[in-house]
């Protein structure tokens, strides 16, 4: 039963964020830390198939649309809303804030969500035959490499703001706000997009306006006006690309939906953390952050490329996977 799974991570992720709050040294920090990534992975990929059967096939994508739009606000929005809690408070009251806002969640979903039945039980060998087809291996590395590609920049979107386009910290906050909500509109687009269109044209298009983005940006230094409108445009056609992947995922393998979503938010941080590693490689070389959108572009081009692979291998011999055992 998807609702008990998703109440159940969710407690899982207020202990985590309970024991979080009362660490007092590093090494007692990091135990309820993996607690909070095992939970809110497990979440995730719950909301998402839970999502799915919940609205019928013509609103996959504005309904997984409406939860990556959590998810990537989330991811652009909690760090400046953390360093401003830390400084009005203290680092723990980031863990007591999210124990008491999941509370509240868990008592909102034990209130309307409705019961909804997982999926018949199918063995893990026949759900591993995915793995096997060029269409979804071909799409995990579409993942790796756009997640890598947008982490080489985003993981130092600060200093490169700050250096590139020499505005200074006070600024930071009122940009990030202004990418957050370029990021929502981006994706409720995306949603939307896909249902209309279908998630390979969406996720085709955004790509190609996220890599000429970053092959813009290393020429415009100085030029802070230009440079920010288009990395707030890039902001934009990235998170319309996020419902769009997972929509595609779900509608390629719907007998394997939950695996393949839990191998791919696998990938999306294994991804994070390679983009992370090559771009402090490049500035430890370069010691500029000039022409980090230009290394993020290329591995963003070899992301659209597997796509492409995928995209035109669905359309010649489509998945079929049995939805039960």
Not at 54 to 83: E, N, Q
Not at 299 to 308: F, P
Request: glycine fraction near 12%.
């Amino acid at each position: 039963n998807r609702k008990k799974v998703l109440l159940g991570s969710l407690l899982l992720f207020i202990a985590g964020s309970l024991v979080s709050y009362f660490s007092t040294e590093v090494w007692m920090l990091m135990g309820p830390r993996v607690i909070l990534g095992i939970s809110s992975g497990v979440y995730l990929v719950s909301a998402m198939g839970t999502a799915a059967k919940l609205v019928s096939p013509d609103k996959l994508g504005r309904a997984i649309g409406t939860i990556v739009l959590g998810f990537s606000s989330a991811m652009v929005l909690g760090v400046p809303i953390g360093i401003w809690i830390t400084n009005l408070l203290n680092w723990q009251s980031i863990f007591l804030l999210l124990a008491l806002l999941s509370l509240v969640v868990a008592f909102v979903l034990i209130r309307l969500l409705p019961d909804v039945e997982g999926d018949a039980p199918i063995p893990f060998h026949q759900q591993f035959k995915v793995l096997g087809s060029v269409v979804i291996v071909s799409a995990l590395l579409l993942t790796f490499f756009r997640e890598s590609g947008n982490s080489v920049l985003f993981t130092y979107v600060t200093p490169f703001i700050q250096d590139i386009f020499h505005m200074g910290p006070s600024g930071i906050s009122i940009i990030m706000l202004g990418f957050g909500l370029f990021g929502a509109i981006g994706s409720r687009l995306g949603g939307y997009g896909v249902d209309r269109f279908g998630p390979a044209k969406v996720i085709t298009l955004s790509m190609l306006i996220h890599i000429a983005v970053f092959a813009l940006l290393p020429l415009l230094a100085g030029q802070s006006f230009i440079g920010l409108v288009l990395m707030g445009i890039m902001v934009l056609s990235m998170f319309a690309a996020g419902p769009a992947v997972q929509s595609y995922f779900i509608q390629q393998a719907p007998g394997s939906s939950n695996l393949i979503l839990s191998l791919n938010t696998s990938i999306v941080h294994l991804g994070l953390a390679a983009g992370a590693g090559a771009g402090g490689f490049m500035v430890n070389t370069t010691s500029t952050l000039q022409y980090h959108p230009w290394l993020g572009g290329f591995v963003l081009a070899l992301g659209l490329a597997a796509g492409l692979v995928s995209f035109s291998a669905g359309r010649k011999s489509p998945i079929s996977i049995p939805k039960s055992a």
